[in-house]
């Protein structure tokens, strides 16, 4: 029995909501207060077991949720990486839906910080030694600077709470601090918490808060604040950029290994990069640094959404046209051996295999028809006639030891979450269990070994929350920025990861301009045209993007790199498909003339299928305004200190 560390909420004595200090007047039931509560070891680490809830809180946009289209996917969405199914489901921000926020939108200051403050100020009135004194407070530091990246990334200037508030402290009213000050001080913190954080593990237990946990929040602070300062023009991005190499790279060193997978799912494409977010067990999985624990006891329910009506994440053909063939090239490059793009078929042949483990890939079986597979006589759909509708079951493992399709990580056929089978993919529509529009269904978290059963959480794989991976492609997006990308720094981040997944090396000599003629390109302000990312730093991204890919990263790195435009107001269209095809199953196809859907009366015989007006043509697209986030209009009326972000 696995035991539950990021739980939450199952050590804290003390409750702590808002601002209201009442809590500290009334005698909890296990006997703290303010006078007692701050002597012992186990003291503090009681009072900080409510700040795990950090890692499921949905403001960021890493958050483990057990809906993930309302955690980890939704950055991934907000980016354009993803679409939601429904008709009424476009981006707020390509097609200019993001309404005023009078509360809340990620303004907060009571949650976490207030309770980090009132730890880190009875640090030193403590009965602990000073090597645990210094423990507590670099964990607190952790926390702090953690929710503190958030605010930053949305807000840019945000005041700086460092010590426990009431209704006369002059912070209550204090201006925004500016981002220089809030971002060197988060800097500061981590840089100081990862000098002094101790081990105490044999106390504190596994899987918590240790010196590899604020070293990969430094790598992520790092890179994402120094890119933001030098394509937002704020200066002092080296400084940023220099402290990721370095802690980035001690990282690597301390987890020099990527996890290739285990069992007899180790042989499916992709399998070490699968399990990761499909394994019952993290604890020991090599590069994995913190982890979302579930339990039979505290379970999850990722998975079983996944399996339902309810899931309503798919992935557009922009961004499935982003993943390398496994021959290492871009689609469009001439030496790319694509299949072209006339069926889903076609499109998945020969692709980067982390494409088949976040979407579901085509296939086509009869239900209860007679030619099963081969050693399996109970399952209860049998191969069609034509050898090309099991390419990608064969693909992804053999049936032969179970049934419907059975047990293990992902397989082919799928079904719902009461073994109702899914005959064929693509499988479009809203309504129905396993069904997407683009034809693309987004299955990450989709295995075949949890219990699932409608309305419940069964679900005990466990979830990254940091792992070696991200810290790889911090170090070398930021070697490149700082004109330090070689070949050799390819060998050690890029081609490991594309070795564990079989497809072929980053040759950086090779990339040139003309080697991804559909690469992105970045918007300076006022800059309405764009200019193209140089040849080698898009790959950079481009592998970035794909290894990620469903972990809530996009958000963030669109704006980072000022390419949000690029990305946003692109049309979002399906899968090709023909006219019958489309209208047989209620689509119509997208017109790329008019930006609309051609309708069905349209003149087009075969096109991509359409999901929403090309945001330009409605006269829409992306805002200058939404590279930070509106300050609550409340917040203004209560302190008038506080100033709005441009364009609010």
Not at 275 to 286: A, C, F, H, I, S
Not at 345 to 372: E, H, I, S, W
Not at 420 to 444: D, E, H, M, N, Q
Request: glycine content about 8%; aromatic content about 14%; some cysteine.
């Amino acid at each position: 029995m696995k035991k539950i560390i990021l739980s939450l909420a199952i050590l804290s004595g003390v409750a702590l909501t808002g601002c209201n200090d009442s809590y500290l007047d009334k005698a909890p039931v296990t006997g703290l207060t303010e006078e007692n509560a701050f002597k012992s070891y186990e003291n503090f680490q009681s009072f900080m077991w409510p700040c795990y809830p950090m890692f499921t809180n949905n403001t960021i946009g890493q958050a483990i949720t057990g809906f993930g289209q309302d955690g980890f996917y939704q950055g991934d969405i907000r980016a354009g990486y993803f679409e939601s199914k429904y008709v009424n489901g476009f981006n707020q921000f390509a097609y200019q839906t993001v309404g005023n926020a009078s509360t809340g939108n990620g303004w907060d200051f009571s949650s976490y910080i207030r309770r980090i403050n009132i730890m880190l100020a009875n640090i030193d009135g403590s009965d602990m030694n000073d090597a645990e004194k210094d423990h507590w407070r670099a964990v607190g530091y952790f926390f702090h600077s953690y929710w503190y990246m958030e605010l930053i990334d949305r807000f840019g200037d945000v005041p700086w709470i460092a010590r426990p508030l009431n209704e006369t402290s002059e912070e209550v009213y204090a201006p925004r601090d500016s981002r220089d000050v809030v971002a060197a001080n988060i800097l500061d913190r981590l840089k100081w918490a990862e000098e002094n954080i101790g081990d105490f593990e044999s106390k504190d237990g596994a899987n918590t808060i240790n010196v590899h946990c604020v070293r990969a929040a430094l790598s992520r602070f790092t890179l994402r604040e120094g890119t933001w300062r030098k394509y937002h023009g704020l200066g002092d991005h080296e400084r940023y950029l220099n402290e990721c190499i370095r802690v980035s790279k001690v990282l690597m060193n301390s987890f020099p290994t990527l996890f290739t997978g285990a069992g007899v799912d180790a042989n499916q494409p992709a399998a070490g990069y699968g399990q990761l977010w499909n394994t019952d067990e993290l604890k020991g999985v090599p590069g994995v640094i913190l982890y979302k624990e579930y339990t039979s006891a505290y379970a999850g329910n990722q998975c079983y959404v996944e399996h339902t009506s309810s899931h309503y994440v798919e992935m557009n053909q922009k961004t499935v046209d982003l993943y390398l063939m496994n021959n290492g090239k871009p689609i469009l490059n001439n030496q790319s051996e694509y299949h072209g793009n006339a069926t889903m078929y076609d499109v998945f042949r020969n692709r980067d295999p982390r494409l088949y483990q976040v979407v579901m890939p085509p296939y086509k079986v009869t239900a209860n028809g007679a030619n099963k597979p081969e050693g399996n006589s109970k399952a209860s759909w049998g191969y069609t006639n034509d050898p090309a509708d099991r390419e990608y079951i064969d693909l992804m493992g053999a049936n032969v030891t179970c049934s419907n399709p059975g047990e293990g990580m992902k397989r082919l056929p799928g079904q719902n979450w009461s073994a109702s089978l899914v005959p064929t993919i693509p499988r479009l529509g809203t309504g129905a269990f396993v069904t997407c529009r683009s034809g693309y269904y987004v299955w990450k978290n989709w295995n075949n070994w949890e219990s699932n059963f409608n309305n419940g959480a069964r679900n005990t794989a466990d979830k990254p929350i940091f792992k070696v991976e991200e810290a790889m492609l911090n170090y070398a997006e930021a070697m490149f920025e700082m004109d330090q990308f070689t070949q050799g720094v390819a060998d050690e981040t890029i081609n490991k990861l594309r070795e564990r997944v079989g497809i072929a090396k980053m040759v950086v000599s090779e990339i040139n301009d003309s080697f991804d003629p559909n690469r992105g390109s970045y918007y300076p302000k006022d800059n309405v045209t764009g200019i193209k990312v140089d040849p080698v730093l898009w790959e950079i991204r481009r592998e970035r993007i794909i290894e990620l890919m469903g972990e809530g990263y996009g958000f963030y790195d669109i704006r980072r790199w000022r390419m949000a435009p690029w990305f946003l107001n692109q049309t979002a269209t399906g899968m090709w498909a023909t006219k019958s095809f489309a209208t047989a199953n209620s689509m119509t196809l997208y017109n790329p003339t008019t930006g609309l859907s051609d309708g069905t009366n349209g003149s087009m015989t075969e096109g991509y299928l359409y999901l929403f007006n090309s945001p330009i043509s409605e006269g829409k697209g992306w805002l200058e305004k939404y590279y930070l986030y509106q300050v609550p209009t409340t917040e203004i009326v209560l302190n008038p200190n506080l100033t709005q972000n441009p364009g609010w």
